[in-house]
T-cell receptor, first 111, second 112 residues
Framework: AQSVTQLGSHVSVSEGALVLLRCNYS??????LFWYVQYPNQGLQLLLK??????LVKGINGFEAEFKKSETSFHLTKPSAHMSDAAEYFC?????????FGEGTQLTVNP | GVTQSPTHLIKTRGQQVTLRCSSQ?????VSWYQQALGQGPQFIFQ???????GRGNFPPRFSGLQFPNDSSELNVNALELDDSALYLC?????????????FGPGTRLTVT
């Protein structure tokens, strides 16, 4: 069965600093991987996805993630944090038409 | 987009509840997820062309319906306190190697 593990339930960065949110996956087949963002009292918004092809994936709001098969990782990065990036972020793997989510990482951006 | 109703509701333990979802136009698959406070969403079940097409680790008192008009329902009987959560509906178009799911804003259910 596919699963994902998000390292760090809370990450705090200063505005303008690098954002790095970690996700490791476990999958017996080539995975389809996703990052979602959830703002308070809202649903999930897709940031980016990896399906096949290029391992560096660019998403919305300046985020990107790199699929590293050798490390079974799919970490999310953004070069410069903005106050509006404060939210909860979920890594997910497609488990045969359903998504299996990690526990989430709460990102705080300090002025 | 995907819409859900109601936004919030409060129920008493033992009662029954129906949550509603309107899928994105043209999508033929709807999935429901339960998100407890401080956790990631957990897959409840999925409906494809009005038939259940997979279920997560949830008891039979969680049931659903999908209608031809892009709407669907999640029903929960005999509510328990642990059913308090955000319930998310996601619609997608089956047919490709993966399902890109579009989520609604959720319904916050509180069971007292």
């Amino acid at each position: 069965a596919q699963s994902v593990t998000q390292l760090g339930s809370h990450v705090s960065v200063s505005e303008g600093a690098l954002v790095l949110l970690r996700c490791n996956y476990s999958s017996s087949v080539p995975p389809y991987l996703f990052w979602y963002v959830q703002y308070p009292n809202q649903g999930l918004q897709l940031l980016l996805k990896y399906t096949t092809g290029a391992t560096l994936v660019k998403g919305i709001n300046g985020f990107e993630a790199e699929f590293k098969k050798s490390e079974t990782s799919f970490h999310l990065t953004k070069p410069s944090a903005h106050m509006s990036d404060a939210a909860e972020y979920f890594c997910a793997v497609d488990s045969g038409s359903r998504l299996t989510f990690g526990e989430g990482t709460q990102l705080t951006v300090n002025p | 987009g995907v819409t859900q109703s109601p936004t919030h509701l409060i129920k008493t333990r033992g009662q029954q509840v129906t949550l509603r979802c309107s899928s994105q136009s043209g999508h033929n698959t709807v999935s429901w997820y339960q998100q407890a406070l401080g956790q990631g969403p957990q897959f409840i079940f999925q409906y494809y062309r009005e038939e259940e097409n997979g279920r997560g680790n949830f008891p039979p008192r969680f049931s659903g319906l999908q209608f031809p008009n892009d709407s669907s329902e999640l029903n929960v009987n005999a509510l328990e306190l642990d059913d308090s959560a955000l319930y998310l509906c996601a619609s997608s178009l089956a047919g490709g190697p993966y399902y890109e799911q579009y989520f609604g804003p959720g319904t916050r259910l509180t069971v007292t």
